[in-house]
């Protein structure tokens, strides 16, 4: 069954076309993130990685990648898959970040006429990696713990000391968000995230990939990795707080014990709201779009631009329009009427796509980014 669709204009040499269903959003599958001066984005066992390098060019390097335990049951197994797929995700990040960093390595070494990326620097990214999954231990799961325990001689009440536990778990969550986003690298990073955003979203909203369409689109979107971080917070904090262990350094062992269950039931609701419009899911979900508000900005035209390059790597998303929209696309990007087969969910009719989708918000990031807030559509919500 084709998926319904909302009034939309197709512009194309056999005139304008208007979809007779209602449009929804449809799971593209697509997932990524933001790397120095780039974007990666994946598609099953394919992925890119797409940068802007010094002299303004756009450079791209396509890989396969055989996911972590492949070939392993529990890659089926709902709630125990949740924990591989998340390290095969980091590994996948990583080097995708490595491969980003040694681009600018390799020309900051060549303009000092010294060796870039070597077999140390390799070394070194990888005890970055360990040691940043260590500190969001310490600092997410185990210091959180620590400071409610603080609390146990003067409060006796054990439900009190766990909802303090939780209160502070959130709270570091956001403060630390909140902090690193004042940081200059870490702010273009945010941008190229939105962008990552931007451009699934577009495609998902059964529009063609350019960057016109692009920038008026949300930076926003429910399958973040920021979501699957609020989530794994807020589902520690439910599971902690069944859990009473009177030991100290016995309830910080039980607690990074459970960090595979947290990740697993975490990676499920995840996975759930990308493709449920559940009122249930969306509301659980929902912080999640909020928490994007420090871990993404507005890009500009370059950095959707980039974007673009790495999606059409990995994904046909003319294809994909056609067998989920029923639109036919040429080799330009351009709409040339109904893909075969959708010929009769069409009339010639013309409607303002964006006459109900237009959104007013933040306006100084969008003057930063050189857009006007009048031009933007934000994801749909419903």
Same mark, same amino acid.
């Given at each position: 069954m084709r998926p319904c669709l909302n009034p939309f204009i197709l512009f194309g040499h056999t005139g304008v076309y208007m979809a007779t269903q209602r449009r929804k959003k449809v799971y593209s599958g697509i997932?990524?993130?933001?790397?120095?001066? %780039?974007? &990666? &984005?994946?598609?099953?066992?394919?992925?890119?990685?797409?940068?802007?390098?010094? *002299?303004?060019?756009?450079?791209?390097?396509?890989?396969?990648?055989?996911?972590?335990?492949?070939?392993?049951?529990?890659?089926?197994?709902?709630?125990?898959?949740? &924990?591989?797929?998340?390290? *095969?995700? &980091?590994?996948? %990040?990583?080097?995708?970040?490595?491969?980003?960093? *040694?681009?600018?390595?390799?020309?900051?070494?060549? *303009?000092?006429?010294t060796s870039g990326s070597s077999p140390v620097n390799n070394f070194l990214n990888t005890l970055v990696v360990i040691v940043a999954v260590l500190f969001s231990i310490g600092l997410f799961i185990l210091l959180p713990t620590f400071l409610a325990s603080l609390f146990e001689k003067e409060i006796r009440n054990a439900s009190l000391v766990s909802v303090i536990e939780g209160a502070a778990r959130i709270g570091i969550f956001i403060m630390y968000m909140f902090v690193i986003g004042f940081l200059k690298d870490m702010r273009r990073v945010y941008r190229y995230h939105g962008a990552e955003h931007k451009c699934i979203n577009c495609i998902e909203r059964g529009k063609t990939l350019n960057p016109d369409n692009v920038m008026k689109c949300s930076r926003f979107h429910r399958r973040c990795g920021t979501s699957f971080m609020y989530i794994s917070v807020f589902i520690s904090i439910i599971i902690f707080f069944f859990i009473r262990i009177d030991s100290i350094p016995l309830r910080l062992l039980v607690r990074i014990l459970l960090i595979p269950v947290v990740l697993g039931i975490s990676y499920e609701i995840l996975a759930l709201a990308g493709k449920s419009e559940n009122i249930f899911v969306y509301l659980l979900t929902a912080p999640g779009i909020w928490f994007q508000h420090l871990t993404t900005r507005e890009p500009d035209r370059q950095m959707v631009e980039v974007a673009i390059a790495s999606i059409e790597a990995v994904f046909d998303w003319r294809k994909y329009l056609a067998d989920n929209f029923g639109l036919a696309v040429n080799e330009e990007g351009e709409i040339t009427g109904a893909a075969p087969g959708w010929e009769d969910d069409y009339e010639e009719e013309y409607v303002d796509e964006y006459e109900d989708d237009v959104y007013e918000e933040y306006p100084d990031e969008y003057e930063e980014a050189g857009i006007d807030p009048k031009d933007l559509v934000e994801e749909d919500e419903d």
């Open positions: 997932g990524g993130q933001a790397v120095i001066e %780039g974007v &990666m &984005m994946r598609n099953g066992e394919k992925y890119a990685v797409s940068v802007r390098t010094n *002299d303004g060019k756009i450079e791209t390097e396509t890989q396969m990648h055989k996911k972590f335990m492949q070939d392993s049951f529990v890659l089926k197994v709902p709630f125990l898959r949740g &924990m591989f797929v998340f390290i *095969d995700s &980091m590994i996948v %990040g990583t080097r995708a970040l490595n491969w980003s960093a *040694d681009r600018f390595d390799d020309e900051e070494a060549k *303009d000092n006429g």
